[in-house]
């Protein structure tokens, strides 16, 4: 599936925390997960796109069983069954998903603090206390029932609990284009590089970028 992945010419590649942060820490992958879905044009994915996302970053880490739907309020539910009828329209389920997925982000680093999104993963065991090699770690913990955004949000809550300062520090979103991306310092207005004018070298260029994270 990767190699399928990679024959498509990358969207944008996402920066990751640095790894001085999160050490080769196994759920890293929960945050590529999450910002895998946050990449390239919602018409460019198709439903394909969509079982390939749950495959690699849910079912195959074992977080989850693929759903039989992907589903999200106000939007038609789109099959991920290959054999049957997509039924809805897979850019506007991304759209409608990403949209919650980036106002619940925003209210993480918004100046009066919104983090109901955390208390809701927690409260409705999204997420879960769990041991990695002797580690103590938040893992997500979505079901299948769960609408898309929920379990998107689920993969960042994980990562955004176990160093929620972090986060807090150094996640920007274009105000622009809604890239979610990682500063070393966020003392500017949230602008990405695409939408910034050129002056030089700024602090995403010192950060690094994680190339596994390039699905269009
Ligand atoms: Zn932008």
Do not use: L, M
């Given at each position: 599936m990767r190699d399928t992945l990679k024959t498509k010419t990358p969207h944008r590649s996402g920066t990751v925390p640095s790894l001085s942060v999160l050490p080769n820490h196994p759920s890293l992958i929960w945050l590529t997960g999450a910002l895998a879905f946050m990449?390239?044009?919602?018409?460019?994915?198709?439903r394909q796109d969509l079982v390939d996302w749950f495959t690699e970053y849910l079912v195959s880490p074992g977080l989850m069983p693929r759903p039989p739907i992907a589903r999200e309020p106000d939007a038609t539910s789109v099959s991920l069954?290959?054999?049957?009828?997509?039924?809805?329209n897979v850019a506007e389920l991304l759209t409608r998903s990403r949209r919650r997925v980036i106002a619940a982000l925003r209210g993480i680093i918004a100046p009066i603090v919104d983090d109901r999104f955390l208390n809701a993963a927690l409260y409705s065991s999204r997420v879960q206390r769990a041991e990695m090699n002797g580690r103590p770690v938040w893992m997500p913990s979505p079901?299948?029932?769960?609408c898309l955004s929920d379990i998107v949000l689920s993969l960042f809550a994980a990562n955004i609990l176990m160093d929620r300062e972090y986060f807090q520090a150094h996640l920007c979103i274009c105000k622009t284009c809604e890239r979610i991306f990682f500063r070393q310092s966020r003392d500017r207005e949230d602008t990405c590089d695409e939408h910034t004018p050129l002056q030089g070298t700024d602090g995403a260029t010192s950060e690094l970028r994680l190339t596994a994270n390039t699905r269009r």
């Open positions: 990449e390239g044009s919602p018409f460019e994915w198709t069954d290959p054999r049957a009828d997509c039924g809805g079901r299948e029932t769960n």
